[in-house]
């Protein structure tokens, strides 16, 4: 289903404040944590009063899409920790938003194998121009989903043959590409000493991912970790989606799009699997 892009009916400059007051909150979100958002064109927007207002429909926009993709890795690694293949203790440092691994790792071997997964795939370029986000107004590639669940896997997986018939069973990627994986099943081979490295891709300095509206969780204090899964899990499940949940409020109020309309979207299944192409 494809929910409405352009806002209706009176009002309109109402609407663009009540959003804006969001987006800018979403903005200095990093707070205390000395993060920056360095992000060119689509992380531009949120920086002026003026322009979270007037580009509050574009913001909303690429929210709602960057919201759901996250959901999807986010769900699927709280799936691989509750079932053991994975530890919340991934969490407790923070992610190198930059590094790209040297073949042959492990590290480079788990984001190559996801990405024979559907959205990993994907060109952004035509999903913004499906859902009107302006070229010069978007963004080119958003690795963050992929980088973050690749990291999260790499430092804390008890078998990686497991994680990924997890991934499959979890079907929130959208379908494999099988020439793909067939090439990398011959070519890429996994190697059985490899082992999870809970400080991979720890930066020396954090900075963040110098990206707008990312809630994936990482850095967190070590308490909050080990309380216990359960606990652990619906405290950090709160947070993530506390910002999720205030972004589909602020996306129907802009768009005047109806709760249950969200919901069939959304909340019934949160898969990225089919709206990445709807019109």
Request: hydrophobic share 35%.
């Amino acid at each position: 289903m494809r929910l409405r892009l352009y806002p209706w009916g009176e009002g309109l400059q109402e609407k663009e404040s009540f959003a804006a007051a969001m987006i800018e909150d979403e903005q200095n979100s990093p707070g205390d944590q000395e993060t920056s958002m360095s992000e060119d064109n689509f992380g531009e927007l949120p920086r002026e009063d003026s322009t979270r207002k007037s580009g509050a429909g574009i913001l909303l926009r690429g929210m709602f899409l960057r919201g759901r993709v996250q959901a999807a890795v986010f769900n699927i690694f709280m799936e691989l920790c509750r079932q053991g293949t994975c530890s919340l203790s991934s969490l407790e440092h923070p992610v190198d938003w930059n590094h790209i691994p040297p073949k042959g790792t492990c590290f480079s071997w788990i984001l190559r194998r996801l990405g024979v997964f559907a959205y990993f795939r994907v060109d952004w370029d035509s999903i913004q121009a499906a859902w009107d986000i302006p070229y010069g107004a978007g963004w080119h590639d958003y690795h963050v989903p992929m980088l973050w669940l690749g990291t999260m896997i790499g430092r804390t997986f008890t078998s990686l043959d497991v994680v990924f018939d997890i991934i499959r069973l979890v079907d929130q990627l959208g379908p494999i590409d099988k020439d793909t994986l067939e090439e990398k099943e011959k070519n890429d081979k996994l190697d059985s000493e490899w082992k999870a490295d809970i400080n991979l891709n720890r930066p020396r300095i954090w900075y963040g991912s110098g990206t707008f509206a990312c809630w994936l969780p990482e850095n967190l204090d070590g308490n909050i970790v080990n309380q216990g899964f359960d606990d652990a899990a619906t405290f950090i499940s709160k947070e993530f989606y506390f910002h999720y949940e205030r972004m589909e409020m602020h996306y129907g109020k802009y768009f005047d799009t109806s709760r249950s309309e969200v919901d069939l979207a959304v909340q019934q299944e949160r898969f990225v699997r089919g709206w990445m192409t709807q019109n």
